[in-house]
């Protein structure tokens, strides 16, 4: 059948691409020629049986897990070099970090801090929230990617605050998880930040670094989650994602990693870093 397909691929122009009956006579032909039956040539695949792997697929991942030692190091590393991580989202209290987090989604930092710290100014509460109203919130965020459903989704989580939690934000990811707009991600957040939880919000920067180095490899953002949960130490818990989202940001690059200044190249496993 390979061959079959080689063959009819050799055609100029395809006998797909022919009319009805140059079609037919270019099967008989090609079927003379290599002394197998019409029927068989029709059927023949109409694409290569083999597709080629998706970029990603051929990245070569870490080949071994990282040792209690290595990942102490590593956070003792960042600790060192930052012992107060600050997270970069602009906010006034849990209620404004919550409504940050959300318009922060498929956005950067700096855009929704651009955005907000105008309409924080007027509406730092659910109640200002909603008396300021889904039009004019629109007219403040604006330039932030999706501000449509974004400003329909502050609303009503202000409004789902209000009638569920006397106005405050709750302090179980459960619960955030119902607000509007609110994910298991901005629930980690606003735990972190807001209330000082051992959490660890895994956004596209955490996701990178855990699969990259090694540290936390994962299909999907619970799974590294879940991993970094199991092998941080707890004594760096509380700073751990904020170490990793600044790692990601700025030195472990999509594109172009910045190995030459990683603090911790010598314990990164990835196996194209450079030194």
């Known amino acids: 059948m390979a061959k079959i397909t080689r063959a009819l691929r050799a055609q100029k122009p395809s006998v797909r691409t022919l009319p009805k009956k140059s079609a037919n ?3 008989a032909s090609l079927a003379r020629a290599t002394k197998t039956s019409p029927k068989v040539l029709k059927k023949a695949p109409k694409k290569p049986l083999k597709t080629a792997p998706k970029p990603e ?15 102490r190091e590593a956070f003792s590393r960042f600790q060192k070099a930052n012992p107060e991580p600050k997270g970069e989202l602009e906010h006034l209290n849990p209620f404004t970090l919550l409504v940050a987090v959300v318009l922060s989604a498929q956005a950067t930092d700096a855009g929704v801090n651009r955005a907000t710290r105008a309409l924080f100014a007027v509406a730092d509460t659910p109640e200002k929230m909603i ?18 459903t974004k400003a ?13 939690f006397g106005g405050e934000v709750p302090r179980i990811r459960a619960e955030i998880e119902q607000l509007p707009g609110a994910g298991r991600k901005t629930a980690n957040v606003v735990l972190n930040m807001a209330f000082g939880e051992h959490t660890i919000a895994v956004d596209t920067h955490v996701f990178r670094v855990g699969n990259r180095t090694g540290l936390a490899p994962g299909k999907t ?17 509380l700073h751990a994602h904020h170490w990793l989202i600044l790692h990601g940001r700025y030195t472990c690059l999509a ?5 030459q200044l990683c603090l911790i190249n010598d314990l990164c496993h990835w196996p194209e870093k450079t030194v």
Do not use: Q
Not at 57 to 71: C, F, H, R
Not at 134 to 140: I, K, V
Not at 221 to 236: A, D, W
């Open 25 to 27: 006579k270019a099967v």
């Open 152 to 164: 329909k989704n502050v609303i009503a989580l202000s409004k789902k605050l209000i009638a569920d």
């Open 57 to 71: 697929a051929l990245k070569p991942k870490a080949s071994k897990p990282w040792t209690e030692a290595e990942v």
């Open 131 to 148: 008396a300021l109203g889904e039009e004019r919130l629109r007219d403040y965020i604006r330039t932030i990617g999706l501000y449509r």
């Open 255 to 259: 594109r172009k990693p910045r190995c």
């Open 221 to 237: 953002p619970l799974e590294v989650e879940l991993g970094l949960e199991k092998v941080i130490p707890p004594e760096f818990m």
